[in-house]
């Protein structure tokens, strides 16, 4: 089992900045980390992920904006985001499963092995 808590969201304006945090624990071998978001009505769509050999991949929508690290345990997963627009504006959730070490993470159907309970980020004009 791996759970997965995040934390780092909240209320920015346009072009502001923000950094979410996801806490693994339990059993980590064996999986990667990832950051997916979902806003209402839309199915959760992957942002980015970084596979086994450490290697970071992202959605187009946010290349060059987002950046997506961890700790050298990865056990703690970070996405800074920055130049934030409107279309940003949604559920965050950090996932765990053995797909993401292998596969990009917009290839990644978002049933994941395991989820955390998400943080909202909201940017505003």
């Known amino acids: 089992q791996v759970q997965l808590v995040e934390s780092g969201g909240g209320s920015v304006q346009v072009g502001g900045s923000l950094r979410l945090s996801c806490e693994a624990s339990?059993?980590?071998?064996?999986?990667?980390l990832g950051w997916f978001r979902q806003t209402p009505g839309k199915e959760r769509e992957g942002v980015a992920a970084i596979d086994d050999d450490d290697i970071p991949n992202y959605s187009d929508s946010v290349k060059g904006r987002f950046t997506i690290s961890q700790d050298t345990n990865r056990k703690t997963l970070y996405l800074q985001m920055n130049n934030l627009k409107p279309e940003d504006t949604g559920m965050y959730y950090c996932?765990?499963?053995?797909?993401?070490?292998?596969?990009?993470?917009?290839?990644?159907?978002?049933?994941?092995?395991?989820w955390g309970q998400g943080t909202q980020v909201t940017v505003s004009s």
């Open positions: 996932g765990a499963d053995g797909e993401l070490c292998f596969r990009q993470v917009v290839r990644v159907a978002a049933d994941l092995a395991y």
């Open positions: 339990g059993y980590t071998n064996g999986v990667c």
